[in-house]
């Protein structure tokens, strides 16, 4: 059974480049999340996907962040003009729709961003 | 507002010892959910258990227990006889309605060491 994969898992690149990270989430889940960590802090939502459609975005996410979800399999998360404060470490989760509520979410290992 | 409080940052035991994780959390909703993920060193979250607000019944998974008390809005997790691989920091998680169908709201997390 594969898990939710990320990549890259590190991403170190200069202030002001734009960054694209990929998730591929466990194949039978339609929704699709986006979170970020930083050190010390538990994930904070930044958007989520059921199948294609973007159903939420969090205000963490400004302009220059976008993700799309290409025929509701993977995902990307691009930024754009990178900045310090982006630095941090992108989690990616699926799940299932559930019926009965909120089905539980399966993380990846995350793309750690360092921005120099 | 939704709102998750881990108090304890940092706990430190020694292995055998029986230790409990707090988790106090805040929502206007009558219906919710709770989740617990464990985080190892190497990262990727783990999901632990997910409990809905309809179900008070507390739950034992081997040395993991869970006491969930609407009455103090608490979802406490206990580890019984710990050990060095119990090492990890430990998040608590809400989901309502009144947030989001789906995103998690997280704790900042505890630090648990079981030292030998």
């Known amino acids: 059974d594969t898990g939710v994969s990320q990549n890259p898992r590190h991403k170190i690149t200069k202030r002001g480049q734009n960054v694209t990270f990929r998730c591929d989430p466990i194949?039978?889940?339609?929704?699709l999340y986006w979170y970020r960590q930083t050190l010390g802090q538990g994930p904070e939502f930044l958007t989520y996907?059921?199948?294609?459609?973007?159903?939420?975005k969090s205000r963490l996410l400004s302009d220059r962040f976008s993700a799309e979800r290409p025929k509701g399999s993977f995902s990307t998360l691009e930024i754009q003009r990178t900045e310090q404060g982006d630095s941090a470490m992108y989690l990616c989760?699926?799940?299932?729709?559930?019926?009965?509520?909120?089905?539980?979410?399966?993380f990846g290992d995350g793309t750690r961003l360092s921005i120099l | 507002a939704q709102k998750v409080t881990q108090a304890q940052t940092e706990i430190s035991v020694v292995e055998k010892e029986d230790v409990t994780l707090d988790c106090v959390y805040e929502?206007?909703?009558?219906?919710?959910?709770l989740f617990w993920y464990k985080q190892p060193p190497s990262g990727e979250l783990v999901f632990l258990i997910r409990?809905?607000?309809?179900?008070?019944q507390n739950e034992i998974s081997g040395r993991y227990s869970w006491n969930f008390q609407k009455s103090t809005s608490s979802f406490n997790f206990t580890i019984t006889a710990s050990q060095v691989v119990d090492s990890a920091v430990y998040f608590c998680?809400?989901?309502?309605?009144?947030?989001?169908?789906?995103?998690?709201?997280f704790g900042k997390g505890t630090k648990l060491s079981v030292k030998p």
């Open positions: 989760a699926s799940s299932l729709q559930g019926t009965l509520g909120p089905q539980p979410q399966h």
């Open positions: 194949s039978e889940h339609n929704r």
């Open positions: 996907f059921q199948n294609e459609a973007q159903l939420e």
């Open positions: 929502t206007r909703d009558t219906t919710y959910y």
């Open positions: 409990r809905n607000s309809f179900d008070e």
């Open positions: 998680a809400l989901s309502s309605r009144e947030g989001s169908q789906g995103n998690l709201i």
